[in-house]
């Protein structure tokens, strides 16, 4: 399967997309840690061995490191850069990600340990990591609080959704009312991450049976419909690409922020 992966990762870098390769854990273990450490650092030797020329192609060590504690994560992510990060071309720090802590919803304690300057951020969020906020202003001080606005110009937010089918209220910007947690949410997210000009990656983007996917197939079909048009305005949002409102034209590619190069 990787030869099959690798083929489709080179071909979206011929189209200017950048992509991000992280470590999961196995659904076995789900415990937030490594499984296996001699099989992640064969792994990343592997994919390294295939993509460190590439600049398009960028690195997230280890996704949701709950397991950890803070310096304990700290200290792992300090030693995959030891073993792995002199083989990306030119040493370039810019294309590892380092999660936050816990989720990867925290990021003051890694953006501020000097051992990972010129490292990018990786940060997820969700309505079950933030608590009952039903406004704007609600999440956007989560946001904050989480991310902190002097670390923005390293972060991705690579990860963030809501549900998308069988959505009975829309997504498209104006004031949220104050009952509608996911509509609170989604602008939020979509409002600060493109004030803050941080990359976005939408979860899922295509996954079937979730009720979270932005995309779906038809009969199995590889042509992709759109499963709810006002979601995807607010990630194009995100994007900085387009307006607040209305079907965007030409194909739609999930990527990261195009005007922060992220």
Known sequence: WWPKYGAIIREAATLDIKTILACWESRSNKDGRIDNRREFDQ???????????NAYIHFEIFNEPYGYSSEEWRNEAVAWIARHGGRIRGRDRTRILVSGTGYSERLPDVAGDGRFDGCRLSFHLYTWFGGEHETVAGWRRQIEKRIGPSNAARTIVTEWGAPMRNRPRDYYAGEAPDDD?????????????????????????????????????????????????????????????GGVRGRPAGPVYNRPNAGGGR
Request: net charge negative; proline share 1%; hydrophobic share 35%.
């Open 181 to 241: 947690r996911d509509r609170s949410y989604v602008m939020a997210m979509s409002g600060v991450i493109r004030e803050w000009n941080m990359g976005s990656v939408y979860w899922p983007g295509l996954k079937d049976g979730d009720a979270y996917s932005l995309t779906e197939r038809n009969d199995g079909s590889l042509i992709l419909q759109i499963t709810n048009e006002s979601g995807m305005t607010q990630l194009l949002r995100s994007f900085d690409h």
């Open 43 to 53: 792994m990343w030797e592997r994919v390294l061995g295939d993509f460190s020329d």
